[in-house]
């Protein structure tokens, strides 16, 4: 069984950064493709970034394409959401999702296996 466990989120204001960590445990990490998505009150978990196994290739969601990075550091067991320019709409609770299984999809929720408790991200105007 895989455990998730994210840290990093608090309240920022407008045009600052942050950064997400989520460590893994209880399977190789490099047998897992890591993910990130958020979910705003009344709406549906969305899809924001996503790395393989790797660490080679990273996906993103249009609207943080140039303003978030996704990495992972197989040494730490851990994989990052560096955060920038924040706006007041990238405010959600975070979530690290992971996939043990092949043929994935870095885009589809239902596509991961495990995830994480969440972390709350608010951004102030």
């Known amino acids: 069984q895989v455990q998730l466990v994210e840290s990093g989120g608090r309240l920022v204001q407008a045009g600052g950064s942050l950064r997400l960590s989520c460590a893994a445990s209880?399977?190789?990490?490099?047998?897992?493709?890591m993910g990130w998505f958020r979910q705003a009150p009344g709406k549906e978990r969305e899809f924001v970034a996503a790395?393989?196994?790797?660490?080679?290739?990273?996906y993103y969601t249009d609207s943080v394409k140039g303003r978030f990075t996704i990495s992972r550091d197989h040494a730490k067991d851990t994989v990052y959401l560096q955060m920038n320019s924040l706006k007041p709409e990238d405010t959600a609770v975070y979530y690290c999702?992971?996939?043990?299984?092949?043929?994935?999809?870095?885009?589809?929720?239902?596509?991961?296996?495990?995830w994480g408790q969440g972390t709350q991200v608010t951004v102030s105007s």
């Open positions: 790395i393989s196994r790797s660490g080679i290739t990273t």
């Open positions: 209880g399977r190789t990490f490099s047998s897992l493709a």
């Open positions: 999702a992971a996939d043990g299984s092949a043929g994935w999809n870095p885009y589809v929720v239902d596509d991961y296996d495990y």
